[in-house]
């Protein structure tokens, strides 16, 4: 089993709808990771959590939002999803110190 | 964090060594090297990172220049799997959280 679970894997979205895509790792790790990765821009951060009380704007958190529901557990959602929101999403796991990320395999997300 | 520069591309056939350069040029000093891959379909992978001294680990090697301004992935033997983007980041000890993954190398391993 991935260490790192992202569902759904991929998803069709219509303008306007909000949408949450989910996050589970198995690691025991205390930090939590969204990402976007967009063609020829690399990956960007959007939020991160060091606990389940501790959350952070990363440099793209406008139109998401999230929640840490338990160490284990980060949603990313999308309260009115938009077209420019089409891309590839990614949920990372990190352990303390100078860890290195752990990623899931992403969630291809549409917007039509 | 310091920026790094990669090549768009590399080529290499399978079986050979691949060196897999990175500039940081305005590294400082608590700077820590991070290489991390992303295989087709899938999420980044961690692949090695370093301080000042060489690296080995299974998948790879990291060599630093003495300087720091610059380093080398090595893959000793080459696989048709080792067909990926490859990423150079910088990260701090203790600093950021916001990792800059620029746009990496694809390495393509011709059969």
């Known amino acids: 089993d991935a260490d790192v679970t992202q569902t759904p894997r991929n998803r069709i979205t219509k303008t306007g709808k909000r949408i949450m895509l989910e996050c589970s790792q198995t690691?025991?790790?205390?930090?939590m990771y969204w990402y976007r990765q967009d063609p020829g821009l690399g990956l960007r951060l959007i939020y991160y959590?060091?606990?389940?009380?501790?959350?952070n704007k990363g440099e793209i958190s406008d139109g998401y939002s999230v929640s840490r529901q338990a160490q284990a557990k980060f949603s990313l959602s999308l309260e009115s999803a938009i077209p420019n929101q089409t891309a590839l999403y990614f949920c990372a796991t990190r352990g303390p110190g100078n860890s290195p990320l752990h990623f899931g395999n992403g969630t291809r997300l549409t917007v039509t | 964090d310091a920026k790094t520069t990669q090549p768009n591309s590399m080529e290499s056939n399978e079986e050979e060594p691949v060196h897999l350069p990175c500039n940081h040029s305005t590294i400082s000093g608590t700077d820590y090297i991070h290489w991390y891959r992303q295989l087709p379909s899938q999420g980044p992978e961690y692949v090695i990172h370093?301080?000042?001294s060489n690296v080995n680990n299974r998948m790879a090697s990291l060599a630093i220049a003495e300087d720091r301004k610059s380093s080398t992935l090595i893959l000793h033997r080459a696989t048709l799997r080792d067909a990926a983007v490859y990423y150079c980041?910088?990260?701090?000890?203790?600093?950021?959280?916001?990792?800059?993954f620029g746009k990496g190398t694809k390495l393509t391993v011709n059969p």
């Open positions: 370093g301080l000042t």
């Open positions: 959590s060091f606990d389940v009380k501790d959350i």
């Open positions: 690691k025991g790790h205390d930090r």
């Open positions: 980041i910088l990260r701090a000890q203790g600093g950021s959280e916001k990792l800059v």
